[in-house]
Each structure stands twice: as C-alpha cells, then as structure tokens.
C-alpha cells in the first residue's frame, strides 16, 4: 500500500514541477496528490485501526479482569484463620506432579556400550 502512495506522490511531483507558474504546481499538488492520497490512505487504513482498536479493547478488559480477581484475594479478611489457608496448600491447593522422581536418573550402569567386535552389523545378513 505505501508504495502506492510513494510512486502516486513522485508522479504528482513530477507533473507539478513541470506546471508553468508556482502557483499552479502548488494546486497540482495538493489536489491532485496530497488530498487523493490522504483519502486512499485512509480509507485503505481502516482495518488496521479497527483491529488495533479491537485489541486495545480486548487488552484492557484481561488487565481489568485480572486486577479485580487480585483485588478480591487481597480483601478477604483471613487474618484470624491462616492454618485453613495453610491447609488448602498443603492439602490440595497446587497438586502437581514432580517433573523427576527419585529413582529416574540415568546412570552409569543403565547404558550399554557396544566394543568393535561386539557392534551390531548393519545390512543383509546371508
């Protein structure tokens, strides 16, 4: 699209330059060139501001949503109770799994190394 708008600027300048009084290359262009352009630019324009309006929208209502569940953690008044949320960690509150248990590990004596005359042979054996 911009290249559009370069070479429909360069063409106009060029035709305004040959115009036989200043004033009239002025007109030319403005508007033959100026004032077109800045219409296709902005009618061409038009999806990219809604889609940037669109995500703006959808940016500020996550920033908003995520702000009020925090607000609403840091209300609760629990002071009095802090085993029950000691509890609710311990018992249930984040259950996941260990990535490696003991025992997983690989080690010296789980990988087998095959010497020369012990390789495996590849291709058709007879």
């Known amino acids: 699209m911009y290249i559009v708008a370069i070479a429909w600027i360069y063409v106009v300048l060029m035709m305004s330059i040959t115009e036989q009084s200043v004033i009239a290359g002025i007109m030319t262009f403005v508007f033959y060139g100026l004032a077109p352009l800045a219409l296709f630019l902005w009618i061409f324009g038009t999806p990219a ?21 925090v607000d609403q953690m840091v209300d609760q008044h629990d002071a009095a109770d802090a085993g029950r949320n000691e509890d609710h960690l311990l018992n249930g509150g984040g259950q996941f799994g260990a990535a490696v248990q003991t025992g997983d590990q690989v080690g010296d004596g789980d990988v087998d190394h095959a010497g020369r005359r012990d390789a495996q042979q590849v291709g058709h054996r007879p």
């Open 49 to 69: 501001r809604r889609r940037s309006a669109h995500r703006k929208a959808l940016l500020a209502q996550a920033e908003a949503s995520v702000g009020e569940s």
